[in-house]
């Protein structure tokens, strides 16, 4: 805005454009000022679906919005996923792969590729788009600093599935308060050294819990919760805890959501305030569901 546009943001009825577009900014701005006077100095646990990082625009549009999180003093700490990418190269290695649970069945051959692409590939794209857009944010593993320690899931009936046993958030903190945006691929390792791929959506609510963040976000690519997985009209936009156990027996929930939901129990019995399963291929979905006063998707709380 230039310095003769100062007194341009008054009254509705102005003809020029632009004059409007300046005042529907202003006012926006005023309506997230209480929001993000809330969130100032709070940590807001982001997980990054691989499902939602589909188009250049979308992916641009989420490094924008955790940038802009981080530049008005909240501490954002993304997990990421990245489903879509470890399948595309299993495809081209030939390496079959089996889901069961909502999770990837994985061997030694598999883990070594789920290792390089999360680590190597979408971990190192993730930093560097933050950066890019002002942001500074450094990229790790479960396996740095021991932030997470592994165990196999389920007694080891998923191979090289992990779950947490462990977290060590000492590694991060120094980040956090440096002001530098943590960005975290669920990678891990047991106390014997065996690598374990542990679920985005466990890890990020067990960190969510262990380093006490507000809000713990899971951005993915649906609406949210549908009670009718085709009707995007069943959204349900809140749920309690006890009503997500149900949704789970009912089997309303499934495949890739049942971590999800999963990890969101874990993370408000640990004491994080909220959990919110938000549509990743909304541009700016992010800043919508924090800054605004409806919000978007489904929001996860305790009983009340
Ligand atoms: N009740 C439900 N409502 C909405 N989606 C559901 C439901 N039950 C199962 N799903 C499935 O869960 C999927 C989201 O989980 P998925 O693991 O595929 O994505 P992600 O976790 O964002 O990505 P990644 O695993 O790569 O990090 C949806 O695309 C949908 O197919
Ligand atoms: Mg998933």
């Not at 065996?194 to 507000?214: C, L, Q, S």
């Not at 805890?241 to 309303?252: A, C, K, S, T």
Request: a neutral charge; glycine letters at 10%; hydrophobic letters at 40%.
């Amino acid at each position: 805005m230039g310095p003769n546009n100062f007194h341009s943001s008054m009254p509705n009825n102005s003809s020029n454009k632009y004059e409007n577009n300046d005042s529907i900014r202003v006012s926006v701005l005023s309506e997230a000022l209480p929001y993000i006077q809330k969130f100032a100095g709070r940590r807001i646990v982001i997980k990054y679906g691989g499902s939602a990082m589909s188009n250049k625009n979308l992916k641009e549009a989420v490094f924008r919005d955790i940038a802009l999180l981080s530049s008005v003093g909240a501490h954002p700490v993304v997990v990421h996923g990245g489903g879509p990418e470890i399948n595309q190269w299993l495809k081209k290695l030939e390496i079959d792969s089996e889901f069961r649970d909502g999770l990837r069945v994985t061997n030694s051959e598999t883990m070594d590729v789920v290792a390089m692409v999360l680590t190597g590939r979408v971990n190192k794209q993730i930093v560097n788009g933050i950066n890019n857009v002002g942001a500074s944010s450094v990229g790790i593993c479960g396996i740095d600093g021991r932030l997470l320690e592994a165990r196999p899931w389920g007694n080891g009936s998923h191979g090289l599935v992990g779950e947490v046993a462990k977290v060590n958030s000492e590694v991060i903190e120094p980040l956090i308060a440096k002001g530098y945006i943590p960005v975290i691929s669920s990678v891990a390792s047991s106390d014997k050294g065996v690598t374990y791929n542990i679920n985005a959506d466990t890890a990020a609510g067990e960190i969510a819990a262990a380093i006490g963040a507000e809000k713990l976000i899971l951005l993915t690519d649906t609406l949210g919760i549908l009670r009718d997985q085709n009707d995007p009209l069943t959204l349900l936009q809140h749920v309690r805890l006890p009503e997500v156990r149900e949704l789970i027996d009912q089997g309303v929930v499934n495949g890739g959501m049942t971590p999800k939901t999963e990890c969101c129990i874990r993370a408000l019995a640990q004491g994080v305030t909220a959990a919110h399963i938000i549509d990743g291929r909304i541009p700016h979905a992010l800043l919508l569901e924090v800054f605004t006063d409806k919000g978007i998707g489904t929001m996860i709380t305790g009983r009340g």
